[in-house]
């Protein structure tokens, strides 16, 4: 979960492995775009850029993706 570019930034810079599978969820379109351009695919892109819209985001897309692997 990434709340700006910088915490994009300043994570990367610690160089730790990027574990397989790992879900990002950004804040808005600003924060997405600093992670695309290093490589960073995103998962989730909160549609009212703050906190709670983020948390928003992210509680919506793992209850969509819950009600995908039930039905499936």
């Known amino acids: 979960t990434f709340t700006s570019s910088s915490t994009v930034e300043n994570f990367l810079a ?3 492995p990027w574990p ?3 879900q990002v969820a950004s804040i808005g379109p600003i924060t997405s775009k600093t992670a695309r351009d290093h490589g960073l695919k ?3 892109e909160a549609q009212r850029h703050d906190i709670g819209g983020l948390v928003q985001a992210v509680r919506q897309f793992f209850t969509k ?7 499936g």
């Open 20 to 22: 397989k599978g790992m």
């Open 65 to 71: 993706e819950s009600a995908g692997k039930q039905s």
């Open 42 to 44: 995103i998962d989730i």
């Open 14 to 16: 610690l160089g730790l």
